[in-house]
């Protein structure tokens, strides 16, 4: 076979994305992800007072705002060892939430199956029903979608004033807190949304959908009235019938740095402070191993960035720009490592690593897959939904207690903290060094960044990369097997992504 280079051009994610693959025939022998735009968001905050990051890296992303504002507060809290109340913590917590599930939902509905409606898959079965629930603009599903996520962030404009880039979270607490009438607009704001996901996405009670914990329990759930019809019946029924069960592989690593907070736990010295627990899942044996924040380390060897040797912890890192065109480098994107281990995180790391028991079944069942990434973050929002209400009802026994303890003026003078939080696409970490009142250095690691990145010093394929090695095209001309893989994940390149590159480019996308 002739081997050649394929420049694919996708579309309808949060910026724009290309990847360039070598095929032997049809089938892909090799891939690059590329992104060719240096931000520099870490080198800006450089010289800044600490607090500086609380309102610049919300703006790192017109999506997430929340959980980068969330995990710089925390960054700094660690930094000072600050306690934080309560009231706080579950504030936060219900706002990162709501942008979750705004995220998630759209992403499904408006991202995801719109490829289901592409002309090769005119002669399945279920295209009809498809297209009447998922047409871009026009199906059942999207405008009901529609309505329900514009309501849902509605929650963190309560709180902050306004949404996206609000900037409502200080170390020590948030600015305001909670009042009776915030708890009666919450409650119904979470009420419409359960409403929602009840009657469009599963077609069941939240109880009944939650507590499916089997393969088979969950199949012939499945094939009952309403659900077969629901959102999540359609997508699921016909994203098998497609085979995106068995496509999409990539790492066998999960990682969940953790979801939410503990409000009863979230002070110093920090330990068991999330909800659920982070961890790191092996897909191969299902062992959970507790999650070590000092084994992350950054790669540059294929990105453009002054050289170093193997790989950095954030704290010992650097982002120096260092382009070398016409080299084996081919990225601005670092390559994140957790020890030696090429990782996912996303929905689906989430589930197993909190031990939902449909999730690990699944994955038992079949290993990773592109289907069942996409079916995870629709069964996330139920989680979060069902969290959401109990965080309303514990934080209506919270009025009246404080919502900020406010640091010492020389608090954030000098040392380092990090912080976490599980954004809509994944695990998010900040990390910062203070001297006598100045950053002296600020790493971000997004989501995007551990599942799109490139090789590393050792030749390790990121994972987006490890997901469609292998994978055979039906018509390279057309290849929509790989806007399905690389869709599934939620891709955040939320500046415009072009190639340099060589070889026959096709843009895929609608």
Not at 15 to 22: W, Y
Not at 140 to 147: D, I, N
Not at 183 to 201: F, K, M, S
Not at 495 to 505: M, W
Request: glycine letters at 10%; one cysteine or more; proline letters at 6%.
């Amino acid at each position: 076979m002739t081997r050649t280079t394929l420049n694919i051009d996708l579309n309808r994610v949060e910026g724009d994305l290309e990847f360039q693959v070598d095929l032997d025939g049809k089938r892909i022998v090799d891939a690059r992800c590329v992104g060719t735009l240096f931000r520099g968001f870490e080198q800006l905050l450089i010289g800044r007072a600490p607090k500086d990051g609380l309102v610049i890296t919300p703006r790192v992303c017109g999506i997430c705002g929340t959980a980068h504002l969330y995990t710089a507060a925390l960054a700094l809290e660690r930094l000072a060892q600050l306690p934080v109340p309560p009231h706080a913590t579950l504030v936060r917590n219900l706002c990162l939430m709501a942008e979750n599930v705004q995220s998630d939902l759209r992403q499904s509905f408006l991202f995801f199956t719109p490829d289901f409606v592409h002309p090769r898959y005119a002669g399945q079965p279920l295209f009809a029903d498809i297209d009447a629930a998922f047409a871009p603009l026009k199906g059942r599903v999207v405008r009901a979608t529609l309505a329900a996520t514009r309501k849902v962030v509605e929650l963190v404009a309560i709180f902050g004033g306004q949404w996206p880039h609000s900037s409502y979270m200080l170390p020590g607490g948030i600015t305001r807190g909670a009042s009776a009438r915030d708890l009666i607009d919450c409650n119904d704001i979470v009420d419409q949304a359960i409403d929602y996901y009840e009657t469009e996405v599963i077609g069941d009670s939240l109880d009944n959908w939650l507590a499916l914990d089997s393969v088979d329990g969950f199949f012939a759930w499945l094939d009952a009235a309403p659900h077969a019809a629901s959102a999540i019946g359609l997508l699921t029924r016909f994203a098998r019938a497609i085979g995106l069960h068995k496509i999409g592989i990539g790492a066998h690593h999960f990682l969940n740095a953790g979801a939410w907070h503990d409000p009863q736990h979230w002070q110093p010295p920090y330990e068991t402070a999330t909800l659920p627990g982070a961890g790191i899942y092996h897909a191969d044996t299902g062992q959970l191993d507790a999650f070590d924040p000092a084994l992350i380390n950054e790669h540059v060897r294929h990105a453009w960035y002054r050289p170093y040797p193997g790989g950095l912890h954030p704290y010992l890192g650097e982002t120096v720009p260092d382009y070398q065109p016409d080299t084996d480098r081919y990225t601005w994107a670092k390559a994140p490592r957790y020890g030696e281990l090429v990782v996912e995180t996303g929905p689906l790391a989430e589930l197993l690593t909190g031990g939902d028991a449909l999730i690990v079944a699944l994955l038992a069942h079949e290993g990773p897959n592109t289907w069942l990434r996409q079916f995870a973050r629709l069964r996330r929002c139920g989680h979060a939904l069902r969290r959401m209400k109990q965080h309303l009802a514990d934080l209506a026994g919270q009025l009246g207690t404080p919502h900020y303890l406010p640091p010492s003026a020389d608090a954030f003078d000098n040392g380092e903290g990090y912080g976490f939080v599980q954004a809509a696409r994944g695990s998010l970490g900040h990390w910062i060094q203070v001297k006598d009142g100045r950053i002296s250095r600020y790493q971000i690691v997004t989501p995007t960044a551990w599942n799109a990145s490139p090789k590393d010093s050792a030749g390790r394929h990121g994972h987006w990369e490890q997901s469609v090695i292998g994978l055979e095209l039906a018509d390279p001309a057309d290849p929509i097997e790989v806007g399905h893989i690389v869709r599934a994940h939620d891709p955040c390149l939320v500046c415009t992504v072009h190639f340099v590159g060589r070889g026959e480019k096709h843009r895929y996308g609608v």
